[in-house]
């Protein structure tokens, strides 16, 4: 089954993908589920049980993942002049 980081992830891969192609500058706030409460139920198989610490430690990898893919993709298409924020607390 498809997880909602999955998701989530290619929409917003997609949304900076299409910014870039038509020239535009772009915000874009990418919220993720993990770790909230109920969400482990619909934990990415490839993450289940992947780090021998529980569920929150497990969803923190997936956490980590989609994180680095979307830092990746800013790196790879950046010009230098724009920058990129990740927050894990916005308060």
Do not use: C
Request: a negative charge; aromatic letters at 16%.
């Amino acid at each position: 089954m498809k997880s909602i980081e999955e998701d989530l992830l290619n929409r917003s891969l997609d949304f900076m993908e299409r910014q870039v192609k038509a020239e535009k500058p772009f915000f874009l706030w990418h919220v993720s589920t993990r770790n909230h409460v109920w969400v482990w139920i619909h934990l990415n198989e490839k993450y289940k049980n992947s780090t021998g610490n529980g569920i929150f430690a497990d969803g923190m990898a997936e956490l980590d993942d989609v994180t680095g893919k979307l830092g990746e993709w800013y790196y790879s298409y950046s010009s230098g002049t724009a920058s990129m924020t990740f927050s894990a607390n916005p308060w």
